[in-house]
Structures are given as structure tokens and as C-alpha cells.
């Protein structure tokens, strides 16, 4: 009896691991479903209060390259920090279910940049950047200094006035 409590405890100690190992779902990382405009405008109030900037990943479920950037980025610590660090993330859907193609009109048609594309909010939801990924590729993955370099050049911080007053 007392191996059984053993293995029990041992067994209760290691599920916060299994966990932390349950495979990334790759499937279901844009809503088709989502209503887009409603979420924008409270991923933007959150951006707002705690002073960051809103990263929209635009694309669907269907796209490879969608899956691959989301995978690169939650799979590297450092771009993980940089992200959490200066954004608030939201991916906005683009299927045969819902374009969602009043929003894309008032971001300036990042779609003509192929999939994924980045379009980078302030905290009032003006949109600053909008970055074709395809820029960011490299081989059959992305390059790691070319995403880093893109987030923080476009981070609250780069764009402060404040840090260019005695240039």
C-alpha cells in the first residue's frame, strides 16, 4: 500500500509537466466565428491600459505559413518575452467562412501581402505597420533576427518621442 502512495504522489507531481508538454494546437488558432470587431476593440482597450501595441496576425487556419509563424514564435522564448513585453496579439481570421474584409479595408488591404500578414496597432488602434512575413521567411521557416528586429522597431518604445528629443 504504501508503493501505491508512493507512485500516486509521484504521479500527482509530474502532471503540471505533462501539462506544460500537451502538443500545440495548430488548428484552431484563428475563429472564424469571432466577432473581429468586437474583439479589436478590446484588444485595443487592453493595449491601451497597459501601454502596449496591438499585433494583429492575419490569416486562417487553413495556412501553412499561418501555422509555421505562430509554432516559430510560441516555440522561442526570446520572441515570446518581446512579444508579451510590448503587445497584445489577436488573430484575425481570413477563410472562405468569414474574410472579415471590412476590417482588412480599414487596415489598407494587408491581404495583397499574401499570408500571414502583420499589422501592428497603436493604443487607440491606429494602424502604424503592416509587414508582408514573407520578408521575415527564411527557407521553409522565418528568421529570428529579422522577427525580433521587426517587433522591436515597431514596439511602443521605438516610436516614443521622448527617446528622440536630443538627436
Known amino acids: 500500500m504504501k508503493l ?11 502532471l503540471p509537466a505533462l501539462k506544460a508538454q500537451a502538443p500545440l494546437d495548430l488548428e484552431h488558432i484563428y475563429d472564424p466565428a469571432a466577432n473581429a ?3 479589436l476593440e478590446k484588444v485595443t482597450q487592453q493595449a491601451a491600459k497597459e501601454h502596449k501595441y496591438v499585433l ?3 490569416g486562417g487556419n487553413w495556412c501553412i505559413w499561418c501555422k509555421r509563424l505562430y509554432k516559430f514564435v510560441h516555440d522561442d522564448a526570446e520572441l515570446t518575452a518581446a512579444i508579451q513585453k510590448n503587445y497584445i496579439v489577436y488573430h484575425l481570421n481570413y477563410s472562405k467562412e468569414n474574410k472579415n474584409l471590412p476590417i482588412l479595408q ?20 491606429n494602424r502604424l505597420h503592416t509587414q508582408n512575413s514573407g520578408l521575415l521567411e527564411s527557407a ?3 528568421d529570428k533576427q529579422k522577427v525580433l528586429e521587426m517587433l522591436k522597431q515597431w514596439s511602443p ?6 527617446n528622440y528629443v536630443n538627436q
Do not use: E, M, T
Not at 518604445?157 to 521622448?162: R, S, Y
Open 4 to 14: 501505491f502512495w508512493i507512485c500516486s504522489a509521484f504521479l500527482l507531481l509530474q
Open 37 to 39: 470587431a468586437a474583439d
Open 56 to 58: 494583429l496576425q492575419i
Open 106 to 125: 480599414k487596415l489598407g488591404y494587408p491581404q495583397r501581402f499574401g499570408f500571414p500578414v502583420l499589422v501592428i496597432l497603436d493604443d487607440k488602434g
Open 140 to 142: 521553409d521557416s522565418y
Open 157 to 162: 518604445a521605438a516610436l516614443n518621442p521622448a
